[in-house]
Nanobody
Framework: QVQVVESGGGWVQAGGSLRLSCAASGRRFTMAWFRQAPGKEREFVAA????????YSTDSVKGRFTISRDNAKNTVYLQMNSLKPEDTAVYLC?????????????????WGQGTQVTVSS
């Protein structure tokens, strides 16, 4: 069975950095990061293909966040720099997208438990 585990969340001042990690058991999957703040819908952040040759991200994080993967470890990372208070949310790792666009949350089969990121002003 597939297990998805995130780590690396925490509290930082605005302008600081965090690196999130997501390890997925089993075979290599398409993987993505989503985030959800209280009272808001789940929002796409970034995604990466199975072999790491293509990445995608939402406009609000381009130039600040970078998604990457280590295929040997089957682990995906989200490097978050220049963090802003509006980045505060629970960040969720998703794995396996059989079809559809990368930003559609319902296409992903497996999800981690989420890790809290809090950015103070």
């Amino acid at each position: 069975q597939v297990q998805v585990v995130e780590s690396g969340g925490g509290w930082v001042q605005a302008g600081g950095s965090l690196r999130l990690s997501c390890a997925a058991s089993g075979r290599r999957f398409t993987m993505a990061w989503f985030r959800q703040a209280p009272g808001k819908e789940r929002e796409f952040v970034a995604a990466i293909t199975r072999n790491g040759d293509r990445t995608y991200s939402t406009d609000s994080v381009k130039g600040r966040f970078t998604i990457s993967r280590d295929n040997a470890k089957n682990t995906v990372y989200l490097q978050m720099n220049s963090l802003k208070p509006e980045d505060t949310a629970v960040y969720l790792c998703a794995a396996n997208k059989p079809s559809g666009t990368y930003y559609e949350a319902y296409k992903y089969t497996y999800w981690g438990q989420g890790t809290q990121v809090t950015v103070s002003s």
